[in-house]
């Protein structure tokens, strides 16, 4: 109930393609749903995040849908350039001061 | 922009031995946390801590795990007897409460347990 699944566990995309990583809940209490991304020997930083009211945000690049009714939500990533090979996590918790319940993680690779 | 720092970057000790893990949190932040990351696995949640006490703590968090802030500007974690399974990344994290959502990570200590 507390877990949240990621998928894929990697992906390499060409340069100015749009990866997709997807992630699904159970827990119908998350309130809170962020993506941080993690470059190696660092910690993560959050990216982007969106409450379960909204079914999409967009900060740039960045692109979250998210889906209430499938409990499932989303990241593409536009447009992506060789600096945004990281890995991602995507993210719950039940509100936003709560412990964050992070998903396996997605190391992207993009390629030039 | 203000950061989270942690101290050590990587801490070698041998199994049974204690260890204290350090943070210094943003200045005007009111929760902390501290979470690991096993090499290649998720981040994990470990215990976090308002108002000078733990708040909520994980099964991972026995009492081998001590956490304190013991001059208004460090945040600490302690294991008492470590194991060889302790090896791992810890990280450190804050939020300015009020619902603002935001966790700042620190850049982590490798804990390596011999």
């Known amino acids: 109930q507390q877990q949240v699944k990621q998928s894929p566990q990697s992906l390499i995309v060409q340069k100015g393609g749009i990866p997709i990583i997807n992630c699904a809940y159970e827990?119908?209490?998350?309130?809170?749903f962020p993506w941080y991304q993690q470059f190696p020997g660092k910690g993560p930083a959050l990216l982007i995040a969106?409450?379960?009211?909204?079914s999409e945000k967009k900060e740039g690049r960045f692109t979250i849908s998210f889906n209430k009714s499938a409990k499932q939500f989303s990241l593409h990533i536009m447009d992506s350039q060789p600096g945004d090979s990281a890995t991602y996590f995507c993210?719950?918790?039940?509100?936003?001061?709560?412990?964050?319940?992070f998903g396996k993680g997605t190391r992207l690779h993009i390629l030039p | 922009e203000p950061e989270v720092t942690q101290t050590p970057s990587h801490q070698v000790t041998q199994m049974g031995q204690e260890v204290i893990l350090r943070c210094v949190p943003i200045?005007?932040?009111?929760?902390f946390y501290w979470y690991r990351q096993i090499l290649g696995q998720k981040v994990e949640f470990l215990v976090s801590?308002?108002?000078?006490?733990?708040?909520?703590k994980s099964e991972i968090f026995d009492d081998q795990f001590s956490v304190e802030r013991p001059d208004g500007s460090n945040f600490t974690l302690k294991i008492r007897s470590t194991k060889l399974e302790d090896s791992a990344m810890y990280f450190c994290?804050?939020?300015?409460?009020?619902?603002?959502?935001?966790?700042?990570f620190g850049p982590g200590t490798r804990l390596t347990v011999l």
């Open positions: 993210a719950a918790s039940l509100n936003r001061d709560d412990k964050i319940i």
């Open positions: 969106i409450r379960p009211d909204v």
């Open positions: 801590f308002y108002n000078n006490e733990i708040s909520e």
């Open positions: 827990n119908t209490a998350f309130d809170y």
């Open positions: 200045s005007n932040h009111l929760y």
């Open positions: 994290a804050c939020s300015r409460g009020e619902g603002t959502g935001t966790q700042y």
